[in-house]
């Protein structure tokens, strides 16, 4: 029997709707559209068979399949929605407001029983960020934090608290995905120049220093994303300051650790300085991949070792996606970008397409792993709102526009359990589509009047890095160079390269010399001062005014300079003026020979 084609949930002015997935793209009839235009949030289940909305006036659940509805909520003011694991609790929030006479307010955070419609637990959740409880993937375990303390509780019982997790100041945690034992990772900020550290712990022991099975420290550290593989076997630890106190970045500085729960540790070094864009596992947990630097940003692929298994080079990108089944992943470029993609078979590291989605807001994989959705939503951008889905192999297979005077929203996928899609062999060729090709129309870049009837000149503002496999070849035992192997090398080649700049120029020297001194005499006249130490102070000063002007030239032939060239070409003009004027044995009219 073949899999179920995915849903598409799409909510926007136009109200809420659901699409069926490739191949026919056409509007569900199952579901009926929801044409009110207050739908403030949508949410399905983690299997895809129950969705829930807030119509502005109730909070909605039906199952998928049959559109029956099973329960409705009196929430009109609900913006957040949430399904727990097995799909026994909805937890729906709204923004909290303390009453007019300055006391606590109604609780905002309430956990229904999906099947029953009761109430089990309201709570005081006063911010957005992390508002929706975290569950164990069987919903034996539960946990919030609150006042700096991560609370849990069991099978669902809210009215008591079975175990408490208690440090300095717990600002964040993350619970483990999979099976049994539950692993809980918790973030510690640092405070009167103590460093910042995670510790994980396995449920529910976290009673002495001991208990804990990994434990991380590290300073600047502002804010931290903790991201877990699909094992539960390591945490990648994303610390993150607001100020970059150099001034290098926009962005701040951000440093990225590795953690495993047996309690290894490591701060991944990443060969280019700048900014962490984004940072993904692969779902089979044993590789991960980066995107880092200034722009053009590097993406590289480490393995548990936190070595580089490949790098992807140099590009417009700060995003990363791996397909559900890992084997395909894709580096995109979006926001302030142009909406490149590259979509890349990680089995083989080759490419296998270059699409792009201009004005791209939200990118996100089908779950059967060969469909891409890109949409363009508000209000990060109030024009050109639609979504288009790809195949992975570049070609458009559906474009939905929104009318000028709509906007759209959000866009979301029906998820489905691992094991429903199967994996498929990866495809070079794009498939066919009845839609034109996307492929945006070459733009050149502006020239001002006085050079378009000219030639065109190259002028990078620098060389793009390609791709580089970092794995030892097969049959080779040649392990790849770690980063101070491959800086002591790359300052090995630097000395030779000016051993042998120096020979040439020795080599150009002595070819000068034998044709001066073929040369009649009066066709070359030389100016000495008759003192054998002057005469060679002049020639010295001669030598470095003509470096001087070899790098005028090549400034001047549009070569972009190094800083260090054209601080040397300022401290040799400095070195000169300085040495003529104050050394006495140099006479004025010798400086003017100059």
Known sequence: MAPPAPLLAVRGSEGLFMVNGPPSFTESTVFQRDFGKNCKAVAFSKDGSLFAWCSGEKVNVVNVTSAGLLQSFDLPKAVCLEFSPKNNILATWQAYSAAKDGSAGAPNLQLHDVKTG??????????????????????????????????????????????????????????????????????????????????????????????????????????????????????LVIASTDVDKTGASYYGEQTLHYIATNGESAIVQLPKNGPIYDVVWNPNSVEFCAVYGFMPAKATVFNLKCDPVFDFGTGPRNAAYYSPHGHILVLAGFGNLRGQMEVWDVKNYKLISKPVASDSTYFAWC????????????????????????????????????????????????????????????????????????????????????????????????????????????????????????????????????????????????????????TPRSAVPVVTSGDPEIDKKIKNLKKKLKAIEQLKEQAAAGKQLEKNQVLLRFVQFTCILCQGLQDSKIPLYALFCL
Request: proline share 9%; hydrophobic share 30%.
């Open 367 to 518: 779950p059967d792993g060969e469909h891409i959705v890109t949409a363009t939503c508000a209000p990060r951008l109030r024009v050109s709102n639609g979504y288009k889905i790809w195949h992975y192999t570049g070609s458009v297979l559906h474009n939905y526009e929104v009318p000028s005077n709509e906007e759209m929203w959000q866009v979301s996928w029906q998820p489905f359990l691992d094991g429903v899609f199967p994996v498929k062999a990866v495809k070079y060729q794009a498939v066919p589509s009845e839609l034109p090709s996307a492929e945006p129309k070459p733009v050149q870049a502006y020239r001002p009047p006085a050079l378009r009837n000219k030639p065109v000149t190259s002028s990078k503002l620098h060389e793009d890095e390609p791709p580089q496999n970092m794995k030892p070849q097969s049959g080779s035992s040649e392990k790849p160079l770690s980063k101070t192997a491959l800086k002591n090398q790359k300052k090995h080649e630097a000395k030779k390269a000016a051993k042998q700049e120096a020979k040439a120029d020795c080599s150009q020297e002595s070819t000068q010399s034998s044709a001066s001194q073929n």
């Open 118 to 235: 009761k109430c089990l637990k309201s709570f005081i959740q006063k911010k957005m960020q992390n508002w929706c409880p975290c569950w164990a993937d069987d919903e034996s375990i539960c946990a919030r934090n609150v006042n700096n303390e991560v609370h849990f509780f069991e099978n669902n019982n809210f009215n008591t608290i079975a175990n408490k997790l208690h440090l300095q100041k717990v600002n964040d945690f993350v619970l483990s995905p999979g099976a049994q034992p539950t692993k809980v990772a918790v973030y510690v900020p640092g405070s009167k120049g103590a460093p910042s550290f995670v510790r994980l712990y396995q449920y529910p022991n976290f009673g002495g220093p001991q208990s804990a099975l990994a434990n991380k420290s590290f300073f600047k550290a502002d804010k931290v994303t903790m991201l877990w593989n699909k094992k539960a076997t390591a945490v």
